[in-house]
C-alpha cells in the first residue's frame, strides 16, 4: 500500500497566534505524516517562562531547520525568514482574536496533554500575551508579505476558521 504522505512537504512551518490551535495541528500532522516535530516554545523559554540565551535559541532552531524534514511549531517572528527560507509549506493561523483569548483562558483550567513547552512552565495567562495576541496580526503582516515576494516557490496557506481548517485537511490529504 502507498503512503499517501510520500509527496507530502517535507519541511513545513506552523505560525500564528496562541491560542489558534497551532500545536493541536502540529501534532496531529506529526502522527499523521511521521515528519519530525519541533515546538519553539520548548526551546526558546526555560523553566518559568524565562527566555533562553538568543544566540543559543537561534543555534537549536539551525540545527532543526537544516534537517531533511521537519513540522516547526511556533511563532518568533525575529527568526522567521531562517525558517521560512528552506520551508516546503507555511501554514498561518490567524484566527480571530476573541476566539484565541477564549482559548487561552479555557486552558487555565483544563490540563493539556500536549507536550509543547519547555520543562516548569506551567500554564498562565500574562499581561505581555494578551498584548502579544492582539498585536499578532500587525506585527506579522509586513515580514508576511516581503517573505511570501521573497520565496515564492513556498505555498502560503492562510487558516482563520475552524472551517478552513477543515478545508486545510482536505487539501493535505490530496
Same mark, same amino acid.
Given at each position: &500500500?502507498?503512503?499517501?504522505?510520500?509527496?507530502?512537504?517535507?519541511?513545513?512551518?506552523?505560525?500564528? %497566534?496562541?491560542?489558534?490551535?497551532?500545536?493541536?495541528?502540529?501534532?496531529?500532522?506529526?502522527?499523521?505524516?511521521?515528519?519530525?516535530?519541533?515546538? #519553539?516554545?520548548?526551546?526558546?523559554?526555560?523553566?518559568?517562562?524565562?527566555? %533562553?540565551?538568543?544566540?543559543?535559541?537561534?543555534?537549536?532552531?539551525?540545527? =532543526?531547520?537544516?534537517?531533511?524534514?521537519?513540522?516547526?511549531?511556533?511563532?518568533?517572528?525575529?527568526?522567521?525568514?531562517? %525558517?521560512?527560507?528552506?520551508?516546503?509549506?507555511?501554514?498561518? =493561523?490567524?484566527?480571530?482574536?476573541?476566539?484565541?483569548?477564549? %482559548?487561552?483562558?479555557?486552558? #487555565?483550567? &483544563?490540563?493539556?496533554?500536549?507536550?509543547?513547552?519547555?520543562?516548569?512552565?506551567?500554564?498562565?495567562?500574562?499581561?505581555? #500575551? !494578551?498584548?502579544?495576541?492582539?498585536? =499578532?496580526?500587525?506585527?506579522?503582516?509586513?515580514?508576511?508579505?516581503? !517573505?511570501?515576494?521573497?520565496?515564492?516557490?513556498?505555498? =502560503?496557506?492562510?487558516?482563520?476558521?475552524?472551517?478552513?481548517? #477543515?478545508?486545510?485537511?482536505?487539501?493535505?490529504?490530496?
Amino acid at each position: &500500500m502507498k503512503n499517501k504522505f510520500m509527496n507530502y512537504p517535507k519541511r513545513i512551518i506552523i505560525f500564528g %497566534r496562541p491560542g489558534a490551535g497551532k500545536s493541536t495541528f502540529a501534532i496531529k500532522l506529526h502522527r499523521a505524516t511521521g515528519i519530525p516535530l519541533h515546538h #519553539l516554545d520548548k526551546h526558546f523559554y526555560e523553566a518559568d517562562w524565562k527566555e %533562553r540565551d538568543y544566540n543559543e535559541f537561534i543555534s537549536i532552531q539551525q540545527k =532543526f531547520v537544516s534537517e531533511d524534514s521537519w513540522i516547526i511549531d511556533g511563532n518568533n517572528t525575529k527568526s522567521l525568514e531562517m %525558517r521560512y527560507a528552506r520551508a516546503n509549506l507555511v501554514l498561518y =493561523f490567524n484566527y480571530p482574536r476573541g476566539l484565541c483569548y477564549w %482559548r487561552i483562558f479555557k486552558r #487555565l483550567f &483544563m490540563k493539556s496533554v500536549i507536550d509543547d513547552r519547555a520543562e516548569g512552565c506551567k500554564e498562565t495567562v500574562r499581561w505581555s #500575551l !494578551l498584548k502579544y495576541i492582539w498585536s =499578532f496580526e500587525r506585527r506579522v503582516a509586513e515580514p508576511i508579505e516581503r !517573505l511570501k515576494k521573497c520565496y515564492p516557490e513556498v505555498k =502560503f496557506i492562510e487558516v482563520n476558521s475552524d472551517e478552513g481548517l #477543515l478545508e486545510l485537511y482536505d487539501i493535505l490529504e490530496k
